[in-house]
């Protein structure tokens, strides 16, 4: 077995030297996905009409609050006047309202509630047009990786030569200003 060992070595170091750097291997590019949604004329719209959909509801939620207010003034001020089943009925009924607002805001802006639904149905056919032209660009640009510097990856420093998120917009037939991006 020790006589293979050499016959075996030899060739991997001879192949691993005569193998270029693996950062001559890679090319990188990255996009600013907020500035491309910026740039695209859809996205106004999109924005204008999930913000008229939170105010909506915000003032549901505020229209709650004022009446969970009214019930616990109403309360206090007459609180020595009740007696002790009334004023455990009227506690309960202010907890029920405030568990009902809870309850509401989770519904309407909680991880899995309304707002989200819509945001995630009203940008993904963005989000996909801008995949698409991404995947385009880097296969015609010979990117091995491109990254989104607008999510959770954090570029501390990048060359703006890399950015391609002007190509991406071009691909989606939206031109823009070099002053834009």
Same mark, same amino acid.
């Given at each position: 077995?020790?006589?293979?060992?050499?016959?075996?070595?030899?060739?991997?170091?001879?192949?691993?030297?005569?193998?270029?750097?693996?950062?001559?291997?890679?090319?990188?590019?990255?996009?600013?996905?907020?500035?491309?949604?910026? !740039?695209?004329? +859809?996205?106004?719209?999109?924005?204008?009409?999930?913000?008229?959909?939170?105010?909506?509801?915000?003032?549901?939620?505020?229209?709650?609050?004022?009446?969970?207010?009214?019930?616990?003034?109403?309360?206090?001020?007459?609180?020595?006047?009740?007696?002790?089943?009334?004023?455990?009925?009227?506690?309960? !009924?202010?907890?029920?309202?405030?568990? +009902?607002?809870?309850?509401?805001?989770?519904?309407?802006?909680?991880?899995?509630?309304?707002?989200?639904?819509?945001?995630?149905?009203?940008?993904?056919?963005?989000?996909?047009?801008?995949?698409?032209?991404?995947?385009?660009?880097? +296969?015609?640009?010979?990117?091995?990786?491109?990254?989104?510097?607008?999510?959770?990856?954090?570029?501390?420093?990048?060359?703006?030569?890399?950015?391609?998120?002007?190509?991406?917009?071009?691909?989606?037939?939206?031109?823009?200003?070099?002053?834009?991006?």
């Amino acid at each position: 077995m020790k006589n293979f060992t050499p016959f075996l070595i030899l060739p991997l170091l001879l192949l691993l030297a005569a193998a270029p750097p693996v950062e001559a291997q890679q090319k990188i590019g990255y996009i600013d996905s907020d500035v491309i949604m910026r !740039e695209i004329p +859809e996205y106004t719209g999109i924005r204008q009409r999930l913000e008229t959909i939170a105010q909506n509801w915000k003032q549901e939620i505020d229209e709650m609050q004022v009446e969970i207010e009214r019930l616990r003034q109403d309360f206090e001020a007459r609180e020595i006047l009740f007696t002790p089943d009334i004023r455990r009925q009227r506690q309960q !009924e202010i907890d029920r309202k405030v568990r +009902e607002r809870e309850q509401y805001i989770n519904r309407r802006f909680g991880p899995d509630g309304d707002y989200f639904r819509q945001q995630e149905e009203l940008l993904e056919p963005l989000q996909q047009r801008i995949l698409e032209a991404v995947v385009k660009v880097a +296969e015609r640009e010979g990117f091995d990786h491109v990254f989104d510097r607008a999510g959770d990856y954090l570029f501390l420093f990048s060359r703006r030569r890399w950015d391609i998120s002007r190509d991406v917009l071009q691909e989606m037939g939206i031109f823009v200003d070099d002053d834009a991006l």
